[in-house]
């Protein structure tokens, strides 16, 4: 009786750890990719100045993230939640969502992805999504993001795309699909990372150059941009349709300002790669004034006075991030400059923000 019993147990734990190896925990996948500094160029990547005369940018990623989070389930549910808007949203699933002004970029990554790539069966998950900066910064938010979730559904359903292929599909979504007007340097920002000097073409042709920099320059600009928040965001779409149209009604003083961008990139990529760091404030400065002959509204008396704050507390010059019009500042502070120069921005009522530079790009992975 004794032995039957012990039979009888060995064979109930055989039983007990064969179910434990069929259980399936629930798959997480997440993924990230970082904001950027656009740090020459800007407005060179836009159409259709690129097409017509070609672009050329100098941009650097920073360690400020647009976040994402897909949870598979089988409830034949699609549920968004923008964990920093505080918005959800719960659809059934379906090959398409309705682009309606509501997390228009997570559906329109969503019914991209489902009519490009066309999964076996409907797809059941809760998608959440948080962007370290907020909309209007200046810093790709929207692009990032954009680039975040795509990597996400490509990590998820295994869809082989390159850094070049996530870089251009998201450019497509933004651009073609949800018309939004915007350049083409975020997306390969976030999705490559590091320092690159990007070359923009017609038809929608990108060539990425990493620069190889050397780790005490990179410490050296690090600790001399100050990166301040003006508290204030702004609409991007607007002042860049103001800039195309300027571009197709052959403005020649909008035009030369862009060809000036064009070379302050060249002159901002050889500074940092020979080391020229004291160079950097004045080739700032040549492009903000440049900048500013684009369009309207890339800056106003507030942004002015800040800038002018900046030099006054001992910078060198500065730019204000992306398009214009708000958002955040850059501002080169030499030697120790950057503690006063911070001072007396956040005396206006902004923020300095703290940050590095960040060599990688779009990351994923699953748990």
């Known amino acids: 009786m004794g032995n039957n019993s012990l039979s009888v147990y060995y064979v109930e734990l055989d039983y007990i750890k064969k179910e434990k190896k069929t259980e399936i925990a629930p798959v997480i996948i997440r993924s990230i990719a970082p904001l950027r500094f ?99 910064s200046g810093l790709g938010s929207s692009s990032t993001l954009t680039v975040s979730i795509i990597g996400a559904f490509c990590e998820w359903l295994k869809i082989p795309l390159g850094e070049y292929d996530i870089a251009k599909l998201a450019y497509e979504i933004e651009r073609v699909d949800l018309g939004l007007a915007g350049g083409k340097q975020d997306q390969y920002a976030a999705t490559f990372g590091g320092f690159n000097y990007m070359e923009f073409f017609d038809n929608d042709k990108v060539i990425v150059n990493p620069l ?40 020649s003083s909008s035009i030369e300002a862009m060809h000036q961008l064009k070379k302050q990139a060249q002159q901002m990529k050889e500074a940092l790669l020979v080391g020229k760091i004291n160079d950097i404030g004045k080739i700032l400065d040549f492009g903000w004034r440049q900048k500013k002959q684009m369009a309207e509204g890339i800056t106003n008396p507030e942004i002015d006075h800040i800038y002018e704050t900046a030099l006054s507390a001992g910078a060198t010059g500065g730019k204000i991030s992306g398009a214009g019009g708000g958002g955040f500042m850059l501002c080169f502070a030499p030697v120790n400059k950057r503690y006063q120069v911070a001072k007396a921005l956040e005396e206006l009522g902004g923020k300095t923000m703290p940050y590095r530079f960040v060599k990688n790009g779009l990351t994923t992975w699953k748990i």
């Open 38 to 136: 656009g740090l020459a160029g800007g407005g060179t990547d836009v159409s259709p100045y690129s097409d017509i005369h070609g672009g050329a940018i100098l941009n650097a990623t920073i360690s400020m993230y647009a976040r994402t989070t897909i949870e598979p389930n089988d409830s034949g549910k699609i549920g968004l939640h923008s964990l920093d808007n505080n918005v959800i949203l719960e659809y059934n699933s379906d090959s398409e969502l309705p682009i309606d002004g509501q997390l228009d970029l997570l559906k329109g990554v969503y019914n991209s992805i489902v009519r490009n790539f066309k999964p076996k069966k409907p797809l059941s998950f809760k998608m959440s999504t948080y962007v370290d900066a907020p909309p209007g």
């Open 212 to 251: 190889r920099m050397k780790d005490n320059i990179v410490n050296e600009l690090e600790h001399d941009l100050v990166l301040y928040y003006t508290q204030t965001s702004r609409l991007s779409s607007t002042i860049i349709e103001q800039q195309a149209k300027n571009v197709t009604n052959k403005q």
